[in-house]
């Protein structure tokens, strides 16, 4: 077998243009050892990962014909797991840390991003392709329209670089998207000074219902908010302020 049929339950959208596999490849930074790549397909980023001597790749891929063809053309390719990466017991897989790479599929990558966060320490580094939009809204800073929950939860504890824009007809068959490659790096934040669980409440309540004020989006959750944010709305608050907010919250609530 030498050809994989693109299936778009899997999100699968094969890279076709040489140039922009290996631009992506070289993104990740030169102090990796372990690797993983998400969703390799039929290789298009794992031949090149394989070249650098640095790397000691793994991948995880969900479809079987996939892995059928990796295991026959990468033979010099020694952890292939046919797996769901999201049910996977990643961190389980290595002994130390491990960087991310791969051309996501798209109808999961929030699903990939909320992982990673539960991994952080163990992953200083991720670069991935994913939609256009979603990579806007993830390197989004406070103030623009595309600033969200996963903006402020992986800005916590990743610095996120928009690499590049990356057109659909680079693609079999061609997305109905834009797509943009984007570099994650684990920033020097180790613990929150407010609790984990309770921080992403707050995120996720005030952004449910953005447009408003958050003394009322986020009643459920503190009667009096603190005067300096009552009258604000989510994407006004950098992730310094909403760690403030939490806090604040807390030391209100043992009053
Ligand atoms: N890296 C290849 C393929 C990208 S398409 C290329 O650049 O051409 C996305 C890939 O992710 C597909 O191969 C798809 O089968 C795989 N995939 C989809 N869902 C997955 C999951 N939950 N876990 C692991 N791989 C998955």
Known sequence: MNFVKPKKRL???????????????????SDVSDVLEIGP???????????RPEINLHVIEIDRDSVAYLNENFQELK????????????????NGDFSIIGNFPYNISSQIFFKVL????????????IQKEVAERIAGKHGKKTYGILSVLLQTFYDIEYLFTVHEHVFDPPPKVKSAVIRFRRNS???????????IKVVKTAFNQRRKMMRNSLKTV???LPARFAEKRPE???VEDFIELCSAIEELKKM
């Open 41 to 51: 397909g039929t290789g298009m980023l794992t031949q090149y990962l394989l070249k």
């Open 236 to 238: 006004q608050l950098s």
């Open 11 to 29: 999100g699968q959208h094969f890279l076709t243009d040489q140039n922009i596999a290996f631009k992506i490849v070289e993104s990740l930074g």
């Open 118 to 129: 539960e991994m952080r320490n163990r992953v200083p580094e991720v670069v991935g392709m």
């Open 189 to 199: 934040r180790t613990e929150l000074p407010c609790d984990e669980k309770f921080f």
């Open 79 to 94: 952890h292939i797991w046919l797996e769901d990466f999201l049910k996977a017991d990643i961190a389980g897989k290595f």
């Open 222 to 224: 503190c009667e009096n």
